[in-house]
């Protein structure tokens, strides 16, 4: 394989400055749309439902773009009850974010 026609992987490559820029990502579980009149009447306690199961992806997003989904998993090693996401899909970012 002719090394000239392959790719720069710029994730692997540690020279680049931009590699160790932090990044929000924001996990979406699902959304809820509650009528106004519902809404201004919720208090502590009060369960809004979701579009969305426990059992169903969730959708990982940088600013409004999606980039990848995946399920949310607790760390049972932790003990924590620190959640995770295990990606099960990664978006096609070719385009850029």
């Known amino acids: 394989m002719d090394d000239s026609t392959a790719k720069p992987n710029f994730a692997a490559d540690t020279s680049n ?5 932090p990044i929000e990502i924001t996990v979406s579980v699902g959304k809820a ?20 199961r426990v059992d169903d992806p969730v959708e990982l997003f940088v ?3 999606l980039i990848a989904r995946g399920m949310l998993e607790e760390d049972e090693a932790s ?19």
């Open 79 to 97: 003990g924590s009850g620190q959640l995770n996401v295990r990606l099960t899909e990664i978006i096609n970012l070719q385009s850029g974010l």
């Open 17 to 21: 400055p931009f590699t160790a820029v």
């Open 33 to 52: 749309r509650p009528l106004v009149r519902d809404l201004v009447m919720l208090g502590a306690n009060a369960v809004l439902t979701l579009d969305k």
């Open 63 to 65: 600013g409004e773009k």
